[in-house]
């Protein structure tokens, strides 16, 4: 599928006379003196699917009259009626906010919407709107590759570290005599420049798994190695996973430590003092080397007639993860304990072994993997996120034929269907819109299973929120190609080389207490133009400060490529 954009006009106009004024999206501009918003997805809509428009308001624009034109041609009106009164959650404007639904228009092409009082916003129609994005995306993962332009070369001998007594007390010692693992390469969890097996197994799957959704929808932009751009980016995940069990006793689940964090002034990764004392912390995890184990088993599936010898290492490795993970000497978790917070500590490891399981079934087609997957039973999970792989394996098992899973995967897609005007299917939190982005990955994955090739409510909401159908106006994704995206990542990479963060991912809008007791450790704009739209329970900011809400993470990326190969595979009835 290419990335061409076909181009066409269309206009919505509601009968009010207010001044025109800016986007709330561009914080060049003062959204102040603006009545009336129009909220749209920018990247743009997939011809037969359902689209609408988001309008609300501070003053009452209740049964005013709507009409959309192909230049100066009305080809669908209408009248602001039966809209949902502001909750004061979802949205600060107490008036009431409405949906245009214009999914009866179907011709490719660049549209106009406009209403009196707001800014008008463009919106595409296209048979390919996300690819390029796609590209973008994986051009962020390149930028926060570990291991390349001299970032981190003494990784080749990362210092190995053992848990320091009660593992669930997150403490770590370097083992005597000293000795070191190869741990070169793998990406850069976030804003930091530690390296976490978890998110990088997380990140693995999720290009994998996009990978097998729709092949040709990816692109060879940025890639030197011949595989497409998402190919190589997934290799170079996979081939860092694959040195985590370097012998039998051995695993390890995190290079770097919280030594990273107290670094000042603040540098880039190829000039980090650190580099030559950073640990590789060692334990028998199950919840990392399940993850490692379901990754790279896929790998190997996806690579089996691409790049045979790579396949077989990744089967080689996966295979001996996860039987090694099955012995009685490992452990359910280990973490790192710092004091601020726990780095990534997930007391739960069936999720992981079954997606292990299944992996290693899907490749192998062992019924003892098949077996064993069935009887770790992951719940139905409460979200999806790096803490909380249910999905994943409740999916893959009913791939499998394994029918009480396909239940479970059904019974946590439906908690996802909530009733608020974004269709979003959570509260606000910290790294709200990943969870949100891969909740609606498994509520669609969970309704193909189910027979059906609609894009689901929840799936709609959070991709179009994703790219700009919200409270803000603005896509959560930077880049220039968007009217108004974030412009400011949390990552000191592009900070110190004044690079646009193009392709980064926000972590979306957080809950207002949580951002309030961080905000020691940043500074909250004055007179934001984004204020406006903030409500009491949820609160952004496009501040590259700001690290509970502007920080991408490689989990969140994975997710959201995903995503896009997900809606690129929609089939209309």
Known sequence: MGNKIITGIIVIVIGLSFAACPNAGND????ASSNVWIRVNQAGYTPGRQKTAVIFS???????SWHIKSGDNVVLSGTLSAGQTGDNYYLAQGYTSYRIDFTQIQAAGKYFIEVSGAETQQVIISEDPYSLFAVQALMHLRTVRSGVNNRHMKDAQAIVYNVNGDWTQGAWKEVSPR????MLGGHYDAGDYIKFTLTEAHLA?????AYQENPSFFLTANSTSGLPDILDEAKYSLDYLAKTFPDENTFVIQVGDKRDHQQYPPRLPEKDALDGQRPALCALSRVHMGSTAAALALGAQVFKNIDASAAALYENKAKAIYARARQNDTQTSAFERDAANDFYYDENDTDNMALAAAELYLLTNIQSYLNEGKSYAPGAGYEVSWTTWNSFANYRLAQAEDNTAKSRLLQEAKNYEKNNIWNIPGGYLWAGLHRWIEAANAHLRAQRLNGSQELSAPFMGVLDYTFGRNNWGIAMIASQQLPYSVRNI???????????????????????????AMSSYFKVPANSPFEKFNTPAGVFYDNGDDFMIQESTISGQGGFILMLALASTFIPK
Do not use: C, M, Q
């Not at 060049?28 to 959204?31: I, L, M, V």
């Not at 000795?179 to 190869?182: D, K, P």
């Not at 799957?205 to 798994?209: P, T």
């Open 28 to 31: 060049d501009n003062d959204p």
């Open 58 to 64: 501070d003053v009452n624009i209740n049964g005013k």
């Open 179 to 182: 000795r070191t693992v190869e």
């Open 205 to 209: 799957w999720n290009l994998l798994s």
């Open 490 to 516: 949390y990552n000191y990479i592009y900070k110190l080389t004044g690079t646009f963060p193009t392709g980064a991912l926000s972590e979306g809008p957080g809950d207002r207490e949580t951002h309030k």
